[in-house]
C-alpha cells in the first residue's frame, strides 16, 4: 500500500506561480512512478504530468507543457508540481497518483494510488 497526500494549492490570479506537494508513504517510494492529473467541475479526470522512478523521464499534457514542471525528490519521498503562469483554465482538483507502470502513465485507469487532492483556482 501506498499513502499520498498533497498539499500547496490554493486561490491565486491569472499569471501567478503555485508548488504542489505530494508526499508518499508505504511502499519504498523510489519503486513508483508519479504522476498528476485534475479534475474541474463537469469534466472528466485528465493527465497532467507525469515522472519516471529515477526522475530522468518526464511527460506533460500539451496544455501545461512549457508552464508545468514535475520534479521528484526520491530521498524525501516527495513529488512536486511547479505551476507559473497559471491561468483560469487550470482551476480544478490537483491529484497525485502512482501508475501500475511508467507505460500506463497516460491513462488515469492504470493508476493504483491515488491523493485526496488539492484545490487550485486561479481568478482571472
Known amino acids: 500500500q501506498v499513502q499520498l497526500v498533497e498539499s500547496g494549492g490554493g486561490l491565486v490570479q491569472a499569471g501567478a506561480s503555485l508548488r504542489l506537494s505530494c508526499v508518499a508513504s508505504g511502499r519504498p517510494f523510489r519503486m513508483y512512478a508519479m504522476g498528476w492529473f485534475r479534475q474541474a467541475p463537469g469534466k472528466e479526470r485528465e493527465f497532467v504530468a507525469a515522472?519516471?522512478?529515477?526522475?530522468?523521464?518526464?511527460d506533460y499534457a500539451d496544455s501545461v507543457k512549457g508552464r508545468f514542471t514535475i520534479s521528484r525528490d526520491n530521498a524525501k519521498n516527495t513529488v512536486y508540481l511547479q505551476m507559473n503562469s497559471l491561468k483560469p483554465e487550470d482551476t480544478a482538483v490537483y491529484y497525485c497518483?502512482?501508475?501500475?507502470?511508467?507505460?500506463?502513465?497516460?491513462?488515469?485507469?492504470?493508476?493504483?494510488?491515488w491523493g485526496q487532492g488539492t484545490q487550485v483556482t486561479v481568478s482571472s
Open positions: 497518483a502512482a501508475p501500475l507502470d511508467w507505460s500506463t502513465r497516460l491513462s488515469s485507469l492504470k493508476y493504483e494510488y
Open positions: 515522472i519516471n522512478q529515477s526522475g530522468g523521464n518526464t
